[in-house]
């Protein structure tokens, strides 16, 4: 669904003569690996400072004003409904940012992932989303 909007809109600015900004990839700061692949999940900004609270590791983390990207291993979108606030970037790349994503965290080791399901659970929380698989087992 999230695409579908996302897709209808890029349209309607195209169709407005609208400039469309060309993705960007999240880059990782120099030293850091990517054992697992790279992908990144978008959330609103406002929602950034109270995750950080709750996360027990926070990776790599940007903003580019309206949102925080949030990076996280490859595929951590498998089985996941992330809640409808949210946008998963397959290859941590950012197509409608009009500049480039600044990092606001960096971890202290090498590794730039946060956990993708306490980052679920907490983007959950502060949505007030029932996780999905919750709601398959009160179906």
């Known amino acids: 669904m999230n695409s579908l909007v996302r897709l209808s ?4 600015r195209q ?10 990839r999240l880059d990782l700061p120099e030293g850091m690996t990517e054992p697992l692949g790279c992908d990144a999940v978008a959330v609103p900004a ?29 595929d951590s ?3 996941m409904e992330w809640p409808a606030q949210v946008a998963y ?28 399901i306490p980052l679920y659970l907490a983007l959950c ?8 698989w919750e709601r398959s087992l009160s179906a």
């Open 9 to 12: 809109r890029q349209r309607q």
């Open 15 to 24: 169709r407005a003569g609208a400039p469309t900004p060309p993705p960007l």
């Open 77 to 79: 979108d498998v089985a």
């Open 89 to 116: 970037s397959a290859g941590a790349v950012v197509r409608d940012a009009w500049r480039q994503p600044v990092l606001i965290n960096r971890p202290e080791d090498e590794v730039p992932y946060t956990p993708p």
């Open 46 to 74: 406002a929602f950034g400072p109270r995750l950080m609270s709750r996360l027990p590791r926070v990776g790599c983390v940007y903003e580019d004003g309206p949102r925080w990207w949030w990076i996280v291993p490859a």
């Open 125 to 132: 929380r502060v949505t007030g989303t029932v996780p999905g």
